[in-house]
């Protein structure tokens, strides 16, 4: 076995990874860049290189660095996480010539199916089903309209090399074709080096559904069932689960054998991920095809984890030391359901905008006591010592009967910085249960409970996803997010009970700060008992609430709740008819209330003070509207007009860069430039003006 492992990469996976390696007695050695010199995966690991300045190509994607780190720090192996440079077939044979095992697959493999248009050609000769096509090489953008035309809309712009949702447009129209292909081909260049792009028939009522392979050197392919990963935004997954609540036992055997048989038609061996493109509308199950293989380790893995009672880290390494699988494909058993949601730096209510900046505040929530390494089953004991008979085998911890666990898989600190230069992605949380409805309920209940302050977060809209009647019914298709969210993310919906009971929070709250003022010494006259009689303002609607030592009455209704508040906590959990936790911030007037998917500024004033409340002046907010404001911190990349030229609205007026995406920023309404105040090339800040209309 390995005595010391390189893990090249970053963040959370690194974390992951090295916790793996330190639980079977194997060393750790980190690479970092600049923006990640005291990063939790640099102070975990053993020992540590830096790299090189913060952008990733001059750091992490740089192997001739890797690979001096590894042998300046004596590493007999380097596991490469989600792949930075997995997917770069000449990293694994510049590992073998130096005598360094790559934790991962071989070379020709990762050649094969790291290029889109050559892995569809192996699918569709293996015996996959392919999606309809143009998989040859598309000279211009005239070219790929023709190409399109003939395939019929809508079709799909790929970056030959892409990944990870960057370097994809979906078009509807020749406009979209030739709006988005060039930038298919920038965004192929500028994440993987490779600017060509391919062209595809869209599913429609597409899902996306995923077969984790692990496989060894000694010619054993084995299917760890699927994982649904349809919530996408922009092509990003969101949420994961495994099992799918649309695949049969009769089509995940279909499918899995047919992504065994791809896998051995490349000699394929270590852990990947053969991903489909499923039509929700064939209940057939017959109606799906082949997208990609990622060769390397996915982000959704731990959900494949939770419900097989594997490491596939452990299996990984396992592989890259020669032993034999331990177990036979009628021995890996499906247990519960695991559902992973993604905890990104990004505004939902501000369109999903990349945010960065200090973690202020990053409490996440309580994890279940983690029995092995990595919070996952019994299976998967510690070895310091191995032979071929400790390779782990399936055997889940946890019965069908068992208690809801949560699993977070993160890579940063209290204090830390979310960075321009990486993924937006600030932790995974998970969540098991026996049933689906057990896991969804569980993870409604962790997201209510996790504190994260600094750059924005989509926690609310995890939330309000989860919550959903479509998600909880199952019916997801790519467009669950486009099309029950087309405006926009604005919070989720809250019922009558739920604001009752943040009223009655409020209320409460609100009567524990005044008690706390009234008791300050030095007071003239004698000491007022605070206010028992409050009205309770949220979203324009007036609460009367009563406050006593009987209990708390909103609108007249007595609440069964039990509820503690000290001034200066942040959260607040109330039992009841359906506990809640609810995170509380003190603003100047009243509250603000986080929970349940949406956050209520929430006004609380004395009964008798309320009825003067209808007199105060409301701030008029200015109209920015004749500016165009960058809406996120990133790179200028182009500027369409100039001083004087005339806009219509809808107009492309720029393209922002940023977290490695380009963002077309259009006019609102139609004008005449008056001046410009940046130019290409640019670093801008969030909400600088980049020109002005009249």
């Known amino acids: 076995m390995f005595k010391k492992i390189l893990v090249a990469n970053r963040g959370e996976i690194a974390c992951r990874v090295m916790r793996t390696a330190k639980a079977m007695g194997i060393k ?106 143009y998989l040859g090489e598309i000279d211009s953008t005239d070219h790929a309209v023709e190409i399109a035309g003939g395939i019929g809309y809508p079709v799909m712009m790929k970056a030959s090399a892409g990944g990870g949702g960057k370097g994809m447009r979906l078009a509807y129209s020749e406009q979209d074709v030739r709006e988005g292909f060039e930038a298919t081909k920038r965004e192929g260049l500028a994440s993987f080096g490779d600017d060509r792009v391919f062209i595809e028939k869209f599913i429609e009522s597409p899902r996306h559904i995923e077969i984790q392979l692990i496989g060894d050197q000694h ?128 505004d939902p209510y501000r369109g999903f905008l990349p945010s960065i900046g200090r973690l202020v505040r990053y409490n996440p929530p309580h994890q279940s006591p983690s029995r092995s390494r990595g919070g996952l089953g019994e299976g998967m004991s510690a070895y310091a010592d191995v032979s071929y008979a400790d390779m782990p085998s399936p055997n889940p911890s946890r019965d069908a009967g068992g208690e809801p666990r949560i699993r977070v898989d993160d890579g940063v600190r209290e204090g830390g910085e979310v960075s321009m230069f990486y993924d937006p992605m600030i932790a995974k949380l998970i969540t098991w249960a026996p049933t689906r409805n057990g896991a969804i309920a569980a993870q409604i209940a962790a997201l209510d409970a996790f504190e994260l302050e600094g750059p924005g977060n ?64 030095g007071q003239l006259g004698r000491r007022l008992r605070p206010p028992s009689d409050w009205v309770v303002t949220i979203a324009a609607h007036d609460h009367a609430v009563t406050v006593s030592t009987d209990g708390i009455a909103v609108d007249g209704d007595d609440l069964d709740l039990s509820l503690e508040y000290t001034p200066g906590d942040r959260m607040v959990t109330v039992e009841g008819a359906e506990d809640l936790t609810v995170r509380i911030a003190r603003t100047r007037s009243g509250f603000k209330l986080t929970a349940r998917g949406a956050s209520h500024v929430v006004r609380v004033l004395p009964a008798r003070a309320a009825p003067y409340a209808r007199h105060m002046i409301e701030k008029v907010a200015p109209d920015l509207s004749k500016f165009l404001i960058c809406p996120m911190p990133g790179l200028l990349v182009r500027l369409d007009v100039g001083a004087g030229d005339t806009v219509e609205a809808g107009q492309p007026l720029a393209v922002v860069e940023a977290m490695k995406m380009e963002n077309i920023l259009r006019a609102e309404k139609t004008g005449t430039v008056k001046s410009v105040s940046a130019q290409a090339g640019d670093s801008l800040a969030v909400d600088q003006v980049i020109l002005e209309l009249e």
């Open 458 to 521: 989509n926690i609310d809209f995890l939330s309000a996803i989860m919550q959903h009647p479509r998600f909880q019914s199952g019916a997801l298709t790519t467009g669950f997010i486009a099309e029950e969210y087309p405006d926009g993310f604005h919070g989720a919906p809250a019922d009558a009970p739920l604001l009752k009971t943040l009223a009655a929070v409020a209320a409460f709250a609100a009567t524990a700060e005044a008690d706390r003022a009234r008791r300050t010494d």
């Open 219 to 346: 010619g054993n392919i084995i299917y760890l069932n699927e994982r649904e990963c349809s919530i996408q935004r922009r092509h990003q997954k969101v949420v994961e689960e495994a099992p799918s609540p649309f695949v049969t036992p009769k089509m995940r055997k279909a499918m899995g054998e047919q992504a065994v048989a791809l896998a051995q038609a490349v000699g394929y061996y270590s852990a990947g991920t053969v991903e489909l493109i499923v039509s929700g509308a064939d209940t057939t199950g017959e109606g799906f095809y082949f997208l990609e293989m990622n060769t390397r380790l996915q982000v959704e893995h731990p959900v494949t984890e939770e419900i097989t009672g594997l490491d596939l880290v452990e299996l990984m390494i396992r592989v890259a030391a020669g032993e034999p699988l331990g177990f036979t494909q009628d021995e890996v058993k499906l247990n519960g359901w695991s559902i992973e949601n993604r905890v990104y730096a990004e």
């Open 28 to 133: 750790t050695v980190a690479v970092y860049s600049d923006a990640d010199a005291r990063a939790p995966h640099v102070l975990m690991a053993d020992e540590s290189v830096r790299l090189g300045p913060a952008p990733a190509a001059e750091s992490y994607l740089k192997a001739e660095l890797i690979l001096l780190a590894a042998k300046e720090t004596g590493a007999d192996c380097i596991h490469p996480g989600y792949g930075f440079l997995s997917e770069r077939e000449s990293f694994a044979l510049a590992c073998a010539e130096a005598g360094i095992a790559f934790v991962g697959p071989p070379p020709n493999a990762i050649a094969a199916m790291g290029d889109k248009i050559e892995s569809k050609k192996l699918a569709k000769a293996a015996g996959v089903n392919v999606v309809p096509g």
